[in-house]
Each structure stands twice: as structure tokens, then as C-alpha cells.
């Protein structure tokens, strides 16, 4: 089961998703195991579909190494108070419910 860590332990996500700037990039980073990794593939591309649709969505990608169980997503926006709050409930979600 996913777990979110924040990637920076003096700014968390959601006190820098309240900034008004932009173009931004959100970056997830993502470790499964082995038999977890088709699943999460599956929730990216439900999410990704949902995000294209979202105000101020510009792409996403996912990248994921060689051989490897470590994934990485990098979301991008026009501006951060456009999307603050629901893209990570949505993943959260999203991922939840295809690896349940």
C-alpha cells in the first residue's frame, strides 16, 4: 500500500501548494513492490485521464527506472492555488482503490 512521505521535512506540500506562483512542478516518488507496480501503472493512467481535465493542468509523466520497483510522477500546472488540495487526494484515492 502507497504511503505518502513529504520529500521536504522544513516545507510540506500542502504549505508550499499555498503559494501563488507558477508554472509548477509536483513530483511524487513512488516505491512498490515488484507485483505492486502493474497496479500503480493502472491508477496513474485513471489519474492522469482525470488530470487533463483539470483547470491549469499542463502534463504528467511517469517515469520508472530499468529493471527497477521506484517510480517517479512529476505533475505540471500553470500555478499552484489551481489545484491545491485535491490532485494529491485524488492520487491518494486513486491508487488506494486499484491496489486495495
Known amino acids: 500500500m502507497p ?13 508550499q501548494m499555498e503559494q501563488e506562483v507558477g508554472p509548477v512542478v509536483l513530483i511524487n ?10 497496479q500503480l501503472l493502472k491508477a496513474w493512467a485513471v489519474d492522469a485521464a482525470w488530470m487533463k481535465q483539470q483547470p491549469g493542468f ?21 500555478c499552484c492555488d489551481r489545484n491545491s ?3 494529491n487526494a485524488h492520487l491518494k484515492c486513486s491508487v488506494d482503490s486499484q491496489t486495495a
Open 58 to 78: 499542463i502534463s504528467t509523466q511517469l517515469h520508472r527506472g530499468i529493471g527497477g520497483d521506484t517510480l517517479v510522477l512529476g505533475g505540471y500546472w500553470t
Open 85 to 87: 488540495g485535491w490532485l
Open 29 to 38: 516518488l513512488f516505491t512498490v513492490n515488484a507485483d505492486e507496480a502493474r
Open 3 to 15: 504511503t505518502f512521505v513529504e520529500m521536504d521535512s522544513r516545507l510540506t506540500l500542502s504549505a
